[in-house]
């Protein structure tokens, strides 16, 4: 019952009321909030940045652009914003307010090179939403200008900041299993989700499944794998009718160094769908989970994506007593929230905490991003799709 009560409690707070903070003014923050502006009035703005502000003392809704105004000023009325911005020049125009210290860019794909550099050269700092961008050489510019400007770039992999994913890494990293022989990851979308008009289905905005839920399969396998893989064994694209240059999904076979000097390579596979066909013929099929096959037992988690909603970490020692784990929070010092964070919440604490010259209690760095391009890259390659359409957008010279 208590497990029931605690479900409800927790997305509660999460989703619908999370808790107010306490003014910084009237708290012992050491600065004033942080202004943030929003480029797009996208769909996954309010999870990933407007819900986790309202709990977060330092961060400010300032700001929302958009192609349409109304739209725009919409956005802004009913998610707290002050000012809105909108129309063929609303982009540049928020970027042009001095007031902003930070953008939020959530636009598709194919944009995300060309308004967050014009993000970074007019000052601010970036929180990208992923993949940062449709090829790893754009990714490799975006984060030497950010290097250049001293600004804070982050790729917005939000499950890498909660506490349960890093406790699966923690439990192979120590050992109690034995080396890896086999990492798996899986992020696959039930059928009729998105519909053929929606942006992941649109090649020149960088669309397709290896791109949009493939990151982060990918991302994690390389996460727990603590390396980067060494090759793509095997790639094959579901393609989508109307435009075969995209899949609707993809599974690839990776191989990575092995964890054991002289070893066998780790084994891989990764799974990303934006259709995946229902159970049975009529149930919804989601699958959110990633795995490990080690020497000495195996250890899997369910829902590494969205973990506050509800997840286990199930750990099968070879004969020995299985168990399982769940962890919604950090315990004592080794880093803040509470038990309602969502991955959002926790990513923004870092974020922030980048920025005011604190120390994130983790990271993902710019090499990190950079590696994930490359190796969607190579996925695509494989496959017979080839990478996306790099953008045309050449930052002008001061």
């Known amino acids: 019952m208590s497990s029931v009560l605690g479900f409800f409690k927790r997305n509660y707070a999460a989703f619908i009321s999370p808790p107010t903070p306490i003014d910084p003014k009237d708290s012992d923050a050491t600065s004033l909030p942080l202004k ?8 996954i ?17 300032y700001a929302v652009a958009a192609r349409d105004i109304g739209r725009a000023e919409r956005f802004a009325k009913k998610h707290g914003f002050k000012k809105w ?10 970027l042009d307010d001095p007031a902003i210290d930070v953008v939020y860019n959530p636009l598709p794909n194919g944009l995300h090179y060309e308004w967050t550099m014009k993000a970074l050269a007019a000052g601010k700092h970036v929180l990208l939403e992923k993949p940062s961008g449709n090829t790893a050489e754009e990714t490799r510019r975006m984060f030497s200008l ?53 942006i992941r289905m649109n090649y020149d905005l960088g669309g ?38 995209i899949d609707i999904g993809t599974v690839a076979e990776l ?22 066909s229902p159970r049975w013929g009529f149930i919804p099929k989601p699958e959110i989970q990633t795995s490990a ?14 973990p506050v909603i509800y997840h286990y970490i199930t750990v099968k020692p070879n004969g020995g007593v299985p168990r399982t784990e769940k962890v919604y929070a950090f315990k004592g010092d080794n880093g803040k929230g509470e038990e309602w964070w969502t991955t959002y919440r926790y990513q923004l604490e870092a974020f922030v905490d980048k920025i005011k010259g604190r120390t994130p209690q983790t990271w993902m760095s710019a090499e990190d991003s950079i590696a994930n391009m490359e190796w969607i890259e190579k996925i695509y390659e494989e496959s017979g799709l080839g990478s996306r359409p790099e953008s045309t957008y050449v930052l002008p010279t001061p």
């Open 36 to 43: 943030f502006g929003v480029l797009g009035a996208a769909a």
């Open 293 to 306: 096959v080690c020497e000495g037992g195996t250890i899997e988690m369910f829902n590494f994506v969205m």
């Open 146 to 198: 950010a290097d250049q400007k001293g600004l804070v770039l982050l790729e917005a992999f939000h499950y890498r900041f909660h506490p349960a994913i890093q406790r699966v890494k923690a439990i192979i990293d120590s050992g109690e299993l034995g080396a890896i022989k086999e990492v798996n990851a899986a992020l696959a979308v039930p059928k009729g989700l998105f519909g053929e008009g929606d």
């Open 85 to 94: 911005y909108g129309g063929k020049d609303g982009y540049q125009e928020l």
């Open 208 to 245: 397709g499944a290896m791109m949009d839920c493939g990151c982060y399969p990918l991302s994690c396998v390389r996460y727990l794998a603590s390396s980067n893989p060494n090759a793509v064994t095997s790639a094959t694209a579901v393609r989508f009718p109307k435009d075969p240059r």
């Open 255 to 276: 191989t990575f160094p092995s964890s054991n000097p002289g070893g066998n390579p780790m084994k891989s596979t990764i799974k990303c769908s934006l259709s995946n």
């Open 45 to 61: 703005a309010p999870p990933a940045l407007v819900i986790p502000a309202k709990s977060h003392p330092e961060v400010e809704l």
